[in-house]
């Protein structure tokens, strides 16, 4: 017998009601992932670009060429003869060198090397293959002497010195030869009159100090300062451009998942994101911290330090051309694990041999063996609009209104007895340098020519035509001031 | 029973479960495809209470959640709308000091911060009053009357917190909801004592709005209970956790607007207040008494 239409339909509604519950039954059993397998929090990681090549990340702090008695040429970053210098050197620090071709100390020709480059911080020599070489894997100077034969002679914790065929360094030779004539500012050392073998007498200083004994100040230089002899040209002004910014990679960078980064935009038009761990402000500059990593040890070699900090540079925002990685140290004496302490890695821009330097202008890491903490990086870098050429020649005025101000904000440093370092200074160094001050518009910056003069750890700024003085670290004042 | 018979009862029957099932999958704020609270979840839980010497005393939401981040400005109230809202017709004393506005009015002062807090205080002691005890639904229709009156009651309020201060004063929490949900930054602060309020502390946030496509799940609230049980240490007495609530809050900024997330505020033992961001899970704030 046929069954009735009406129950042919109940079958088929069955059916589909058996069906459709086994899907959904299914859905809400194997469709449901564990909370720890969601992608909820995970996005794909993204970073800016690859890490630059070791032999890339370290250039010449100074490149010096003897030109007559006493006096040299000094070339730096952003200089187009420094550039084609190293260009010629480099690939000597990338190839092996023999141990056939090393030779002794009494060897070296006896009259000064014709080529110094000076490397601050150390250039990190790949020894990996050539572990005789161990003492050389923070190259600080290399030295060349063109006789006969080229000599070179290489300093780091230890000395090593090579015999090298002439025919390579046939350009380079030339190019030194050049500096003979050139109408490049030459330097030369700066000397106080001494009393002793270490510490200078700066009574030619003629300090105005409010203190009892201002004679009893005494001035030690820690290193090779060279000073211009006659004046040198640098520009009333340089233009900083902003660069553009690609922010929402950023935040794909740096956050595990950057919609989970809350934004906050204050009245100024900074923003901030944060996911409560880690922070984000973008302003005038990009800074970046997360204070939970604080507090570990750091435990890097210098090559890995290096790396490190090549890394975070280029994964957070890149590396562009003309950033120069200007210092990097490990700040405490703990380098063990368990320790706490930190690698500091400073960037800085040149123009035309002139760093631009200030708090708003230099990239800066923190890191220590849990990761990158702190990250400041200036987003103005040099354009080509300048203001008109200006010269600037050296003064001791410029020293003693540094040390004037030094002592005067260390007053009560230098009236206790106690302290016997508080008479003594360490003069570290003095250089030329653009200050980045002024904010013109939403996408340009200024920069102005300063003094630099580094008095026992501190910066002292002095601006080129009065010589007022102020402190890095306190430039805000001094700007709005 | 007939065939007939029994299809009537089988489609019935699947039905009923067709109709559990799709509301499992379906419903308005259930991600069908999204993580619940497991049993494994749970059990770690229960592990870090015990490890914590801590005791669930409220129960725990189960129902997994789909939340954003809620974008706010810092409230809307000058000091000249507050003046005419607390003090319309009185003779009012304006000091202006670095960090915030004074009004006075007799007896009773209005400080204003320029970030949008302000508190409300009634000097005079109070203690000649009525010797009559307040009982809580007492002080919360004062409360409310009072905002009522200063114009300051919102539609969007919601009573939180009733804490017995003594017999004779309560001090009453309400909330800014959004979306169901309350925002634990915005609020006002009430203390009644005998018959009147005596002080009102106000942050009440304009919110902008809801970032619908940044929209996901939140953390389940045992995740919460155990990161937080992560951060503190074991107690030496055993303590309650009584209460665990969805909601959003972040720190009071001095901004132009911010997002505020989604958190799980959890209550441990009726006065301290931690909130657990719920989407990554960390702690908000240090301990804060209300």
């Given at each position: 017998m046929?069954?009735?239409?009406?129950e042919k339909?109940k079958?088929?509604l069955?059916?589909?009601?058996?069906?459709?519950?086994?899907?959904?039954?299914y859905?809400?059993w194997?469709?449901?992932?564990?909370?720890?397998e969601t992608?909820?929090?995970?996005?794909?990681?993204?970073f800016?670009?690859?890490?630059?090549e070791k032999v890339?990340?370290?250039k010449p702090?100074?490149i010096l060429?003897?030109?007559?008695e006493?006096q040299k040429?000094i070339?730096?970053q952003q200089?187009?003869?420094?550039?084609?210098?190293?260009?010629e050197i480099?690939p000597l620090l990338?190839e092996?060198l023999?141990e056939e071709?090393q030779?002794?100390?009494?060897?070296?020709?006896?009259d000064d090397a014709?080529?110094?480059?000076e490397f601050?911080?150390?250039?990190?020599?790949?020894?990996e293959?050539?572990?005789?070489?161990?003492?050389?894997?923070?190259l600080?100077?290399?030295?060349?002497?063109?006789?006969?034969?080229?000599?070179?002679?290489l300093?780091?914790?230890?000395e090593f010195q090579?015999?090298?065929?002439?025919?390579?360094?046939?350009?380079?030779?030339e190019?030194v030869a050049d500096?003979?004539d050139?109408?490049?500012p030459?330097?030369?050392l700066?000397?106080?009159?001494?009393?002793?073998d270490e510490?200078?007498?700066?009574?030619d200083?003629?300090l105005?100090?409010d203190?009892?004994d201002?004679?009893?100040i005494?001035?030690?230089?820690i290193?090779?300062?060279?000073?211009?002899?006659?004046?040198v040209?640098?520009y009333?002004?340089?233009?900083?451009m902003r660069?553009d910014l690609?922010?929402?990679?950023?935040?794909q960078?740096?956050?595990?998942?950057h919609?989970?980064a809350?934004?906050?935009?204050?009245p100024d038009g900074t923003l901030?994101?944060?996911d409560g761990?880690?922070?984000l402000?973008?302003?005038?500059?990009?800074?970046?911290?997360?204070?939970?990593?604080?507090?570990?040890?750091?435990?890097?070699?210098y090559?890995?330090?290096?790396?490190?900090?090549?890394?975070f540079?280029?994964?957070y925002?890149?590396w562009?051309d003309g950033?120069?990685?200007?210092?990097?140290?490990r700040t405490?004496?703990t380098?063990i694990?368990g320790?706490e302490?930190?690698?500091?890695?400073?960037?800085?821009?040149y123009?035309?041999?002139?760093p631009?330097?200030g708090n708003?202008g230099e990239?800066?890491?923190?890191f220590?063996?849990?990761?990158?903490y702190?990250?400041?990086r200036?987003?103005f870098?040099?354009g080509?609009?300048t203001?008109?050429k200006?010269?600037?020649?050296?003064?001791k005025?410029?020293?003693?209104?540094?040390l004037?101000f030094y002592?005067?904000?260390?007053?009560?440093?230098?009236i206790?007895?106690?302290n016997?370092s508080a008479?003594?200074f360490?003069?570290e160094d003095?250089?030329?340098?653009?200050?980045?001050?002024?904010?013109?518009?939403?996408?340009l910056?200024?920069?102005?020519?300063v003094?630099v003069v580094?008095i026992?750890?501190?910066?002292i700024?002095l601006?080129?035509?009065?010589?007022n003085p102020f402190?890095?670290?306190e430039?805000?004042?001094?700007?709005?001031? | 029973?007939?065939i007939?018979?029994?299809?009537?009862?089988l489609?019935?029957?699947?039905?009923?479960?067709n109709i559990?099932?799709?509301?499992?999958?379906l419903?308005?704020?259930l991600?069908?495809l999204s993580a619940?609270?497991?049993?494994e979840?749970v059990?770690?839980?229960?592990?870090?209470?015990?490890?914590?010497?801590?005791?669930?005393?409220?129960s725990?939401p189960?129902?997994?959640q789909n939340?954003?981040?809620?974008?706010?400005?810092?409230p809307?109230?000058t000091p000249?709308?507050?003046?005419?809202a607390f003090?319309?017709?009185?003779d009012v004393h304006?000091?202006?000091l670095?960090d915030?506005t004074v009004?006075?009015?007799?007896e009773?002062e209005l400080?204003?911060?320029p970030g949008?807090h302000y508190?409300?205080?009634?000097?005079?002691?109070?203690?000649?009053g009525?010797?009559v005890?307040l009982?809580?639904?007492?002080?919360?229709s004062?409360a409310?009357?009072?905002?009522a009156?200063?114009?300051?009651?919102h539609?969007?309020?919601r009573?939180?917190q009733?804490?017995?201060v003594?017999?004779?004063t309560?001090?009453i929490?309400?909330?800014?909801?959004f979306m169901?949900?309350?925002?634990?930054t915005s609020y006002?602060?009430?203390?009644?004592?005998?018959?009147?309020v005596?002080e009102m502390e106000s942050?009440?946030l304009?919110?902008?709005?809801?970032e619908?496509?940044?929209k996901?799940?939140v953390i389940?609230?045992?995740?919460?209970?155990?990161?937080?049980l992560?951060e503190?240490?074991?107690?030496?007495?055993q303590r309650?956790?009584?209460?665990i609530?969805l909601g959003?809050f972040s720190?009071e900024?001095?901004?132009?607007k911010?997002e505020?997330?989604p958190?799980?505020?959890?209550?441990?033992?009726?006065?301290?207040?931690?909130?657990v961001?719920?989407?990554?899970?960390n702690?908000e704030?240090?301990?804060?008494?209300?």
């Amino acid at each position: 017998m046929a069954p009735l239409p009406g129950e042919k339909l109940k079958t088929i509604l069955l059916v589909v009601l058996v069906l459709t519950s086994l899907v959904m039954t299914y859905l809400v059993w194997y469709g449901m992932p564990p909370y720890e397998e969601t992608e909820v929090v995970f996005q794909e990681s993204f970073f800016f670009e690859e890490p630059k090549e070791k032999v890339e990340t370290i250039k010449p702090e100074q490149i010096l060429i003897p030109v007559e008695e006493e006096q040299k040429v000094i070339l730096n970053q952003q200089q187009e003869k420094y550039e084609q210098i190293w260009t010629e050197i480099k690939p000597l620090l990338e190839e092996n060198l023999s141990e056939e071709e090393q030779v002794g100390s009494d060897q070296l020709p006896e009259d000064d090397a014709c080529l110094m480059v000076e490397f601050d911080p150390p250039f990190p020599i790949e020894i990996e293959h050539i572990p005789y070489l161990a003492g050389l894997n923070q190259l600080m100077r290399l030295e060349f002497y063109f006789a006969s034969e080229t000599f070179i002679r290489l300093e780091g914790e230890e000395e090593f010195q090579y015999e090298l065929p002439e025919d390579d360094f046939v350009e380079l030779q030339e190019m030194v030869a050049d500096f003979e004539d050139s109408d490049l500012p030459r330097y030369e050392l700066l000397e106080l009159e001494a009393d002793n073998d270490e510490n200078e007498d700066i009574e030619d200083l003629d300090l105005d100090l409010d203190i009892e004994d201002p004679e009893e100040i005494e001035l030690e230089i820690i290193q090779d300062i060279y000073l211009p002899v006659e004046e040198v040209e640098m520009y009333n002004y340089i233009d900083l451009m902003r660069e553009d910014l690609a922010l929402e990679e950023l935040l794909q960078a740096v956050f595990v998942n950057h919609k989970l980064a809350r934004q906050i935009e204050e009245p100024d038009g900074t923003l901030i994101f944060t996911d409560g761990e880690k922070g984000l402000r973008v302003s005038k500059y990009l800074e970046y911290t997360a204070p939970k990593l604080e507090g570990s040890a750091a435990t890097h070699s210098y090559d890995g330090a290096i790396q490190e900090a090549n890394e975070f540079l280029c994964y957070y925002g890149g590396w562009p051309d003309g950033l120069y990685l200007d210092a990097i140290s490990r700040t405490d004496e703990t380098g063990i694990p368990g320790g706490e302490g930190y690698f500091n890695a400073r960037w800085r821009y040149y123009h035309q041999g002139y760093p631009v330097v200030g708090n708003l202008g230099e990239t800066e890491v923190k890191f220590n063996d849990r990761g990158l903490y702190f990250y400041q990086r200036t987003l103005f870098a040099p354009g080509d609009s300048t203001g008109e050429k200006k010269n600037i020649s050296w003064n001791k005025k410029v020293l003693s209104r540094a040390l004037e101000f030094y002592v005067e904000q260390n007053i009560e440093e230098y009236i206790n007895e106690d302290n016997e370092s508080a008479e003594s200074f360490h003069l570290e160094d003095i250089y030329l340098a653009y200050h980045l001050e002024d904010f013109i518009e939403n996408n340009l910056a200024r920069a102005y020519p300063v003094w630099v003069v580094e008095i026992e750890g501190e910066v002292i700024y002095l601006d080129v035509s009065e010589l007022n003085p102020f402190w890095r670290g306190e430039e805000d004042e001094y700007i709005e001031s | 029973m007939n065939i007939s018979k029994a299809k009537n009862v089988l489609i019935l029957a699947f039905l009923v479960l067709n109709i559990i099932l799709a509301y499992q999958l379906l419903a308005p704020g259930l991600s069908g495809l999204s993580a619940g609270v497991t049993p494994e979840e749970v059990q770690r839980m229960e592990e870090k209470l015990e490890d914590n010497n801590f005791e669930l005393a409220s129960s725990l939401p189960h129902r997994p959640q789909n939340s954003s981040f809620i974008t706010v400005k810092p409230p809307a109230r000058t000091p000249a709308k507050l003046k005419e809202a607390f003090f319309a017709g009185e003779d009012v004393h304006t000091i202006n000091l670095e960090d915030k506005t004074v009004l006075e009015a007799g007896e009773q002062e209005l400080n204003i911060w320029p970030g949008g807090h302000y508190r409300y205080s009634y000097q005079n002691d109070v203690s000649g009053g009525e010797d009559v005890p307040l009982d809580a639904g007492e002080a919360v229709s004062k409360a409310e009357e009072f905002l009522a009156e200063k114009g300051l009651f919102h539609n969007n309020m919601r009573k939180g917190q009733i804490h017995r201060v003594d017999e004779k004063t309560y001090k009453i929490t309400f909330y800014q909801e959004f979306m169901e949900s309350p925002i634990f930054t915005s609020y006002k602060r009430i203390v009644v004592s005998r018959d009147r309020v005596t002080e009102m502390e106000s942050y009440w946030l304009q919110v902008k709005g809801m970032e619908e496509r940044r929209k996901m799940e939140v953390i389940p609230a045992a995740t919460a209970v155990i990161r937080l049980l992560e951060e503190k240490s074991p107690e030496a007495e055993q303590r309650e956790i009584t209460d665990i609530e969805l909601g959003f809050f972040s720190q009071e900024y001095d901004a132009e607007k911010w997002e505020i997330p989604p958190v799980w505020r959890i209550i441990v033992s009726d006065e301290e207040v931690y909130y657990v961001n719920a989407f990554i899970g960390n702690i908000e704030n240090d301990d804060i008494q209300e």
